[in-house]
């Protein structure tokens, strides 16, 4: 299954999904082989503005409204700029064709400096990741857990996370009231 998947892609929480750390989720794929697996839950944002987690100088880098993402149960020190084109004068990598990933404090004036509008937004700023050793993402699909939807820009660059997960799902003609919740307890 993995040699049919290139990332980035976005991966899906299947409606019946228990799990609390991915129930109703879209994660934004960058890693995929038969080694393993790494994502970003782009449909989750901390109760707070990222500024209130930076220390000085760093929060006055960024503007006191920029949202902060939950990417994952798997913590970091530190926060990841997500991206689609390369920033000028900031070291970053392009993780996947049109994804790009920065740690980097220079990334925050660049991308985040400017208060949010309706417009996509330039990046994500995410806290955590997802990951998932080798093989165990493809026994996750097989069992239903998750759902594949090809790379969509939009959609995970996006600020109305709120309905992320329905329009996702409805992008493949799925109706998540449709679909009985059997147990997905995925751990």
Same mark, same amino acid.
């Given at each position: 299954?993995?040699?049919?998947?290139?990332?980035?892609?976005?991966?899906?929480?299947?409606?019946?999904?228990?799990?609390?750390?991915?129930?109703?989720?879209?994660?934004?794929?960058?890693?995929?082989?038969?080694?393993?697996?790494?994502?970003?839950?782009?449909?989750?944002?901390?109760?707070?503005?990222?500024?209130?987690?930076?220390?000085?100088?760093?929060?006055?880098? =960024?503007?006191? @409204?920029?949202? /902060?993402?939950?990417?994952?149960? !798997?913590? #970091?020190?530190?926060?990841? $700029? &997500?991206? *689609?084109?390369?920033?000028?004068?900031?070291?970053?990598?392009?993780?996947?064709?049109?994804?790009?990933?920065?740690?980097?404090?220079?990334?925050?004036?660049?991308?985040?400096?400017?208060?949010?509008?309706?417009?996509?937004?330039?990046?994500?700023?995410?806290?955590?990741?997802?990951?998932?050793?080798?093989?165990?993402?493809?026994?996750?699909?097989?069992?239903?857990?998750?759902?594949? =939807?090809?790379? @969509?820009?939009? /959609?995970?660059?996006?600020?109305? !996370?709120? #309905?992320?997960?329905?329009? $996702? &799902?409805? *992008?493949?003609?799925?109706?998540?009231?449709?679909?009985?919740?059997?147990?997905?307890?995925?751990?």
């Amino acid at each position: 299954m993995v040699e049919t998947l290139s990332v980035p892609y976005l991966l899906l929480a299947g409606p019946g999904l228990q799990d609390p750390n991915f129930a109703k989720t879209v994660v934004l794929m960058g890693h995929h082989t038969k080694d393993g697996a790494l994502g970003w839950v782009v449909n989750r944002l901390l109760g707070q503005p990222a500024v209130t987690l930076l220390p000085p100088p760093l929060d006055g880098a =960024l503007h006191p @409204e920029t949202p /902060l993402h939950i990417g994952g149960p !798997v913590l #970091t020190n530190g926060l990841v $700029a &997500l991206f *689609r084109k390369e920033v000028a004068g900031v070291e970053c990598t392009e993780m996947a064709p049109g994804l790009w990933v920065s740690a980097s404090s220079e990334i925050l004036p660049k991308l985040f400096g400017t208060a949010p509008g309706p417009e996509p937004p330039e990046g994500l700023l995410v806290l955590g990741y997802a990951g998932w050793d080798a093989e165990q993402l493809e026994g996750e699909m097989e069992e239903g857990a998750w759902l594949v =939807l090809p790379w @969509e820009p939009d /959609l995970a660059f996006t600020r109305r !996370v709120e #309905t992320l997960w329905e329009r $996702a &799902l409805a *992008r493949l003609g799925v109706d998540p009231g449709s679909v009985s919740s059997s147990s997905t307890g995925v751990s």
